[in-house]
C-alpha cells in the first residue's frame, strides 16, 4: 500500500454530523455528500455569494475538503463529518467542531475515482494494514478522508484523494 509516516500538527474541523450504521456505510456516505452538496453547497460552487449561515460556513471553512469517521456511538454505528479546517466564526446551528491533537499519522493515498477508490483503500488499510502492522496501531478512534477540491472531478480515473490515520508505535 501506498503511504507515509508523518508528523501533523492539531487539526480542527467544523462540518455536517450523521450517524451511520458500518454494515451499510459505503451505499450511505455517498447519499450523504450528494445530500449536503444539493442542500447547501451547489450555490457556492457555482460562484455564488453565500445566502445562509450554512453556505457561509461552507465557503469559510472549505468544507467538502475533509470526511471524518468518528468511532464513538456503539452498537455497530459510527459519526461521520463532511468537514474543513474551522476558520473561526459561526458554528451554524446542527453542525459540529471535532479536532485532533498533533501527532504521527499514517498516511495513505488513493487514485482513482470516488467512491470505490477511496473505499477500496479504507477496508485495506483496516482489514491489512492495521492487523499485521508490526511497528505501528491506532492512536485514538477516528480517521480522516482528504479530497483533492481543487484538481480534477473525483470521477476522474487519476483523481488524488487520501485516508490519513493517527497512530502510534506499538509498545514492544
Not at 450504521?21 to 444539493?38: A, G, L, R
Not at 465557503?59 to 468518528?70: F, L, P, Q, R, S
Amino acid at each position: 500500500m501506498d503511504y507515509k509516516i508523518t508528523q501533523m500538527f492539531s487539526l480542527k474541523l467544523i462540518g455536517f454530523q450523521k450517524v451511520f450504521d458500518m454494515e451499510t456505510s459505503y451505499q450511505e456516505i455517498p447519499k450523504f455528500w450528494d445530500e449536503i452538496c444539493e442542500k447547501y453547497a451547489d450555490h457556492i460552487y457555482a460562484g455564488n455569494e453565500p445566502a445562509n449561515p450554512y453556505e457561509k460556513a461552507i465557503a469559510d471553512n472549505c468544507i467538502g475538503e475533509y470526511g471524518v469517521c468518528i468511532d464513538d456511538v456503539g452498537n455497530g454505528q459510527f459519526r461521520y463529518l463532511i468537514a474543513g479546517k474551522y476558520a473561526g466564526g459561526e458554528i451554524p446551528e446542527g453542525m459540529v467542531l471535532y479536532e485532533f491533537p498533533r501527532g504521527e499519522w499514517a498516511v495513505f493515498n488513493c487514485l482513482g475515482p470516488l467512491p470505490h477508490a477511496m473505499q477500496s483503500v479504507n477496508t485495506r488499510i483496516f482489514k491489512e494494514w492495521l492487523p499485521g502492522n508490526p511497528e505501528y496501531e491506532l492512536c485514538g478512534n477516528a480517521n480522516v478522508e482528504w479530497y483533492d477540491c481543487v484538481n480534477g472531478e473525483k470521477s476522474d480515473p487519476d483523481y488524488h484523494s487520501a485516508i490519513w490515520v493517527p497512530v502510534k508505535r506499538k509498545n514492544k
